[in-house]
């Protein structure tokens, strides 16, 4: 016996066969290759002619939906419906480009993957984690975690959770050592997370050994790869339970947005949570922690990412190889001490670099390409000093924290992204004092050599 009354049923059943309709087409677009479902996603003809025949996705920027009788009203607020409701929830902007991004990340992926968007990069590493603290059995909890990771991160755990919340944080200093990784785990472990490649230090770790290790302890493996995108690198390939994307970054490439987003598979492992937590995370995130704690993303932001996410394989792919041209002037130039970038054989990370970060579907001519994407750092051999009279002197390159973008940008996180965990936290993290992280934009990279000439030349 249903538990809804005949009317609120009815509703149910005719929105049950229409999900049937719309899980068929989301089936085909599976079958698509990279490009077309990151410039379709999961929009077709029908649906543009349900919105007076728009060939782009359209905006939805009211916050509520408006139901047309109490019955439908029910059925959606009980969660029976697709419906949107309220746009803190749900949007249907922001469905064109969850589903995107789900598909996008979840390509080649057996699974059915699924994603909730939120209003920041910092909103969805805390969406992605936060579940997994609840308080069990009053015994001290621990969370595993490569200590080479964003600033923001970094705060979170050692800060909100650690300080705020008496969460033991047990930090990776060596993320290649597999050995510290599994020396950590417990069973008192909620979940171990990994960024890859890291953000300054273009960090990497054995992301399917790790994973190992997480699955023995029954725990799930978060990872951010927001510097790679899931043009380079799909870590859910190599048993990575969760990723969570800073789409602020290289996603959303011109620039205009601040945004995250939760995706993850069904069926992940957790020791912790309600069935719903494991059976479809990404969708549990959406319908109680999102709700609750409410970071939702502007749908203005979601439709700008959306056009951004159209070309990504393309941008990734020349940004990729200028950047490795301005990666190998810096190695060779007297001024430079080291250049971080795993594209480089100098660095420890190259070979897991060469096994995992690959151009989705191959180059122009359908060849498997290794790419490496467009963030490097670097420091010189004089140090601060010279990295900040450099710095100062760029012309072109903005100074600014900022990644991922249309235009060349570089900061010294010691100073900015990475200052407020200060110098223990940034040994930790194995953040260089004079470190200059450079994102490479889409200017010609004859120009971006010039710039960091005349600039190295003031130093
Ligand atoms: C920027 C960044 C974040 C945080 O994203 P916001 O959108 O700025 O909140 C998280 N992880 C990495 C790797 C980042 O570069």
Same mark, same amino acid.
């Given at each position: 016996?249903?538990? @809804?009354?005949?009317?609120?049923?009815?509703?149910?059943?005719?929105?049950?066969?229409?999900?049937?309709?719309?899980?068929?087409?989301?089936?085909?677009?599976?079958?698509?290759?990279?490009?077309?479902?990151?410039?379709?996603?999961?929009?077709?003809?029908?649906?543009?002619?349900?919105?007076?025949?728009?060939?782009?996705?359209?905006?939805?920027?009211?916050?509520?939906?408006?139901?047309?009788?109490?019955?439908?009203?029910?059925?959606?607020?009980?969660?029976?419906?697709?419906?949107?409701?309220?746009?803190?929830?749900?949007?249907?902007?922001?469905?064109?480009?969850?589903?995107?991004?789900?598909?996008?990340?979840?390509?080649?992926?057996?699974?059915?993957?699924?994603?909730?968007?939120?209003?920041?990069?910092?909103?969805?590493?805390?969406?992605?984690?936060?579940?997994?603290?609840?308080?069990?059995?009053?015994?001290?909890?621990?969370?595993?975690?490569?200590?080479?990771?964003?600033?923001?991160?970094?705060?979170?755990?050692?800060?909100?959770?650690?300080?705020?919340?008496?969460?033991?944080?047990?930090?990776?200093?060596?993320?290649?050592?597999?050995?510290?990784?599994?020396?950590?785990?417990?069973?008192?472990?909620?979940?171990?997370?990994?960024?890859?490649?890291?953000?300054?230090?273009?960090?990497?770790?054995?992301?399917?050994?790790?994973?190992?290790?997480?699955?023995?302890?029954?725990?799930?493996?978060?990872?951010?790869?927001?510097?790679?995108?899931?043009?380079?690198?799909?870590?859910?390939?190599?048993?990575?339970?969760?990723?969570?994307?800073?789409?602020?970054?290289?996603?959303? @490439?011109?620039?205009?947005?601040?945004?995250?987003?939760?995706?993850?598979?069904?069926?992940?492992?957790?020791?912790?949570?309600?069935?719903?937590?494991?059976?479809?995370?990404?969708?549990?995130?959406?319908?109680?922690?999102?709700?609750?704690?409410?970071?939702?993303?502007?749908?203005?932001?979601?439709?700008?990412?959306?056009?951004?996410?159209?070309?990504?394989?393309?941008?990734?792919?020349?940004?990729?190889?200028?950047?490795?041209?301005?990666?190998?002037?810096?190695?060779?130039?007297?001024?430079?001490?080291?250049?971080?970038?795993?594209?480089?054989?100098?660095?420890?990370?190259?070979?897991?670099?060469?096994?995992?970060?690959?151009?989705?579907?191959?180059?122009?001519?359908?060849?498997?390409?290794?790419?490496?994407?467009?963030?490097?750092?670097?420091?010189?051999?004089?140090?601060?000093?010279?990295?900040?009279?450099?710095?100062?002197?760029?012309?072109?390159?903005?100074?600014?924290?900022?990644?991922?973008?249309?235009?060349?940008?570089?900061?010294?996180?010691?100073?900015?992204?990475?200052?407020?965990?200060?110098?223990?936290?940034?040994?930790?993290?194995?953040?260089?004092?004079?470190?200059?992280?450079?994102?490479?934009?889409?200017?010609?990279?004859?120009?971006?050599?010039?710039?960091?000439?005349?600039?190295?030349?003031?130093?």
């Amino acid at each position: 016996m249903s538990e @809804f009354s005949p009317g609120v049923q009815a509703v149910i059943d005719q929105a049950t066969a229409a999900a049937q309709i719309v899980r068929q087409h989301r089936a085909r677009v599976r079958q698509r290759r990279f490009d077309t479902i990151a410039v379709h996603g999961i929009y077709n003809m029908q649906e543009a002619l349900a919105n007076q025949g728009s060939i782009i996705e359209p905006a939805f920027f009211a916050p509520a939906q408006h139901f047309a009788n109490s019955d439908t009203m029910e059925a959606a607020l009980a969660y029976q419906i697709p419906a949107w409701t309220y746009s803190r929830v749900a949007n249907p902007t922001l469905h064109y480009l969850e589903e995107t991004l789900a598909l996008l990340e979840g390509y080649g992926l057996e699974a059915e993957t699924h994603a909730t968007l939120t209003s920041s990069g910092m909103a969805a590493v805390f969406l992605a984690t936060v579940p997994f603290l609840s308080i069990e059995d009053g015994r001290q909890m621990n969370i595993v975690a490569s200590a080479r990771c964003y600033g923001g991160t970094f705060q979170l755990f050692s800060q909100r959770y650690a300080v705020e919340r008496g969460v033991e944080v047990r930090w990776v200093q060596d993320p290649l050592n597999l050995d510290d990784w599994a020396s950590k785990i417990d069973d008192q472990t909620r979940f171990v997370f990994g960024e890859t490649p890291s953000n300054p230090g273009l960090s990497m770790f054995d992301m399917a050994g790790v994973a190992e290790l997480a699955h023995a302890a029954g725990i799930p493996l978060i990872v951010d790869p927001t510097v790679a995108t899931p043009a380079l690198m799909r870590p859910l390939l190599d048993g990575a339970d969760i990723i969570v994307h800073s789409v602020s970054k290289s996603l959303s @490439f011109s620039g205009f947005v601040i945004a995250g987003a939760v995706i993850a598979p069904v069926n992940i492992p957790s020791r912790v949570g309600p069935d719903e937590l494991r059976a479809n995370f990404a969708l549990y995130c959406k319908g109680f922690p999102l709700r609750d704690h409410g970071p939702a993303l502007s749908p203005f932001n979601a439709l700008m990412a959306l056009n951004d996410l159209r070309t990504l394989r393309h941008r990734m792919d020349f940004l990729s190889v200028n950047t490795l041209r301005i990666a190998h002037w810096l190695e060779a130039h007297p001024k430079v001490e080291h250049v971080y970038y795993p594209g480089l054989s100098s660095n420890a990370e190259h070979e897991i670099a060469q096994q995992t970060m690959w151009l989705v579907d191959g180059d122009a001519s359908g060849q498997p390409a290794n790419r490496y994407g467009h963030l490097l750092s670097f420091t010189l051999k004089d140090g601060l000093q010279a990295a900040r009279a450099t710095f100062d002197s760029f012309e072109m390159i903005w100074r600014g924290t900022d990644l991922g973008k249309v235009k060349s940008v570089a900061t010294i996180p010691a100073i900015s992204t990475h200052q407020q965990q200060g110098e223990s936290g940034r040994s930790l993290a194995a953040v260089q004092p004079g470190q200059i992280r450079l994102s490479v934009g889409a200017e010609h990279p004859d120009d971006i050599l010039a710039d960091l000439e005349q600039a190295l030349s003031q130093a």
